[in-house]
């Protein structure tokens, strides 16, 4: 069978509508099956230069030539001029994702989306935190788990996208073991590992010396560590809690599976610092695969010909990988 993987570009005025194009120059065994306004995708493919035919999807998940998308057609109100977002095209992103993430449950497909633009968003009077809360709550409104990957580092996250003042708050016993016990079970489920050592970071400096700094690991990361211990017994090894200052040296990341970061900013720097361009979002908890580049929409270089797609593959390659075999290596 070909996979089907379905492709969600983006914010138009940015980067996502070449890196699909781009991505496009090769031919896959998978259905490559973009969701999108396909004359954004002629107009874009033509101003740089790039040949692309676009195909109906007819729900048949059928190899992709080069230089060719299956497409299911969305229409964007309003034109764009490169690196110019227009609010009037919000509703018009989230159609998007709503009809891709509704084939993918349809299909058991797996769904790979682009970058957007938060603000722009925000602007049409659309709340909006990101695609992860979006797409899960769509879902049915599971919590789900963001985590990133750059070859075997992977990253989780107890909060996801929120002001710093309020992770704090954010961070309770019952979330952070919703968050543990997610991140178990997908990394031996979906990642294959057998026994996952998973390192948890503190929330304050020195994990609170003591509760010298902030006694939110005293109060709730500890806790919820004892917890979530006894229920994995010898499935799972959890470390912790850990200085976020120390958690990424090569000793410590050589003794662990995933690192399970308090914050967006507290795990992601590191990561991004170790792949990026290569790196990979992954969304777990969900009933489908989503997977995303590790990058911003790049308003500043869209229309000049130049943005990388290595992540774009990386992350269509991981959707691939887990449609497929339901699973990755170790390693």
Do not use: C, K
């Given at each position: 069978m070909n996979p089907l993987i379905l492709h969600t570009p983006g914010e138009p005025a940015g980067i996502g509508p070449e890196l699909l194009i781009k991505l496009a120059a090769q031919p896959s065994a998978a259905c490559r099956v973009a969701v999108a306004d396909g004359a954004l995708l002629e107009r874009t493919a033509k101003h740089l230069g790039l040949s692309?035919?676009?195909?109906?999807?007819?729900?048949?998940?059928?190899?992709?030539?080069?230089?060719?998308?299956?497409?299911?057609?969305?229409?964007?109100?309003?034109?764009?001029?490169?690196?110019?977002?227009?609010?009037?095209n919000a509703a018009y992103l989230l159609a998007c994702l709503r009809c891709a993430a509704d084939q993918a449950r349809v299909s058991q497909a797996a769904m790979v989306t682009g970058p957007l633009n938060k603000a722009v968003i925000n602007q049409a009077g659309i709340a909006f935190t990101g695609h992860t809360e979006f797409i899960a709550a769509h879902c049915g409104g599971m919590t789900p788990v963001m985590m990133l990957t750059a070859g075997t580092l992977r990253v989780a996250l107890a909060t996801t996208h929120m002001p710093l003042r309020a992770v704090a708050d954010a961070i309770t016993p019952e979330s952070l073991a919703h968050v543990m016990q997610v991140l178990e079970h997908e990394l031996r489920e979906r990642f294959g590992i057998h026994k996952p050592r998973i390192q948890v970071c503190g929330l304050n400096p020195h994990a609170g010396?003591?509760?010298?700094?902030?006694?939110?690991?005293?109060?709730?990361?500890?806790?919820?560590?004892?917890?979530?211990?006894?229920?994995?017994?010898?499935?799972?090894?959890?470390?912790g809690p850990v200085p976020a200052d120390t958690a990424f040296t090569r000793e410590r990341l050589a003794q662990c599976d995933a690192v399970l970061a308090m914050y967006h900013d507290q795990g992601l720097p590191t990561l991004k610092h170790a792949g990026f361009g290569q790196a990979v979002n992954v969304t777990l908890g969900l009933p489908i695969i989503r997977t995303s580049v590790d990058h911003g929409t790049a308003l500043d270089i869209a229309g000049k010909g130049t943005a990388d797609v290595g992540s774009l593959r990386a992350a269509e390659n991981m959707a691939i990988t887990l449609a497929t075999q339901g699973k990755l290596t170790h390693g």
């Open positions: 692309l035919t676009l195909r109906r999807f007819d729900g048949v998940a059928q190899a992709t030539p080069a230089n060719t998308l299956w497409h299911l057609p969305q229409t964007m109100p309003q034109p764009v001029t490169f690196g110019l977002p227009s609010p009037d010396e003591g509760g010298h700094l902030g006694d939110e690991e005293q109060r709730v990361i500890e806790p919820a560590l004892t917890q979530q211990r006894a229920r994995s017994g010898e499935a799972a090894q959890w470390l």
